[in-house]
């Protein structure tokens, strides 16, 4: 069965700077990989997807991940961020084939001025 | 793109009464349909799976009976909860399916969520 680890549980980062949020996977087959955003009391809205070709994904809001399978990874990455990046991110995956999304612990984002 | 309406975004029962979630896919025909919850500061807890026609399918650990779940169309999932208790008290989140008939379909789309809150 699939299963989806969230390295950091919050992430700190000042305004105009940098940030990985990492992400790693375990499946016995092929994957389909999404990072989620959630604010404050809203649902999760989609920042990005792999489902197959190039493994560098572009997104919303200037959000790009790179899917490495040796490494089983889709790490989310923003050159710079902004105060309203603040939020719970997620990543998920489901195997090709399957109905179940399955979760990430979540990773808080938090954007210092 | 792919809307899911979710509805209430928040209500407020007493203990024992039952409460109704209604969850929407706007302008797509949604085969699959999910139910988390989330507590707060946690990821989500899949309650169960439904599929247009038939019965949901329960994560373990999930009571049936208390959590109804009905999926009589293919834009239209409810969740019920029977006699709430304030442990009920959650963020419910659906979630909708449709691939297209293949890999660049919409995937999956979350509706706004719903507080409910058990006094």
């Known amino acids: 069965a699939q299963s989806v680890t969230q390295l950091d549980s919050q992430v700190p980062v000042f305004e105009e700077a940098p940030v990985e949020l990492r992400c790693n996977y375990s499946s016995s087959v092929s994957v389909y990989l999404f990072w989620y955003v959630q604010y404050p009391n809203q649902g999760l809205q989609l920042l990005l997807k792999?489902?197959?070709?190039?493994?560098l994904v572009k997104g919303i809001n200037g959000f790009e991940a790179e899917f490495n399978k040796s490494q089983t990874s889709f790490h989310l990455r923003k050159p710079s961020v902004h105060i309203s990046d603040t939020a719970e991110y997620f990543c998920a995956v489901t195997e090709q084939g399957a109905q179940k999304l399955v979760f990430g612990q979540g990773t808080r984002l938090t954007i210092n001025p | 793109g792919a809307v899911v309406s979710q509805h209430p975004s928040w209500v407020i029962c007493k203990s024992g009464t039952s409460v109704k979630i209604e969850c929407r896919s706007l302008d797509f025909q949604a085969t699959t349909m999910f139910w988390y919850r989330q507590f707060p500061k946690q990821s989500l807890m899949l309650m169960a799976t439904?599929?247009?026609?038939?019965?949901?399918t329960y994560e373990q650990g999930v009571e049936k009976d208390k959590f109804l779940i009905n999926h009589a169309s293919l834009t239209l999932s409810t969740l019920t909860v029977t006699s709430a208790h304030p442990e009920d008290s959650s963020f419910y989140i659906c979630?909708?399916?449709?691939w297209g008939g293949g890999a660049l379909g919409y995937g999956y789309t979350f509706g706004s969520g719903t507080r409910l809150t058990v006094v």
């Open positions: 792999y489902l197959s070709g190039s493994t």
């Open positions: 439904s599929n247009e026609g038939s019965k949901a």
């Open positions: 979630s909708a399916r449709d």
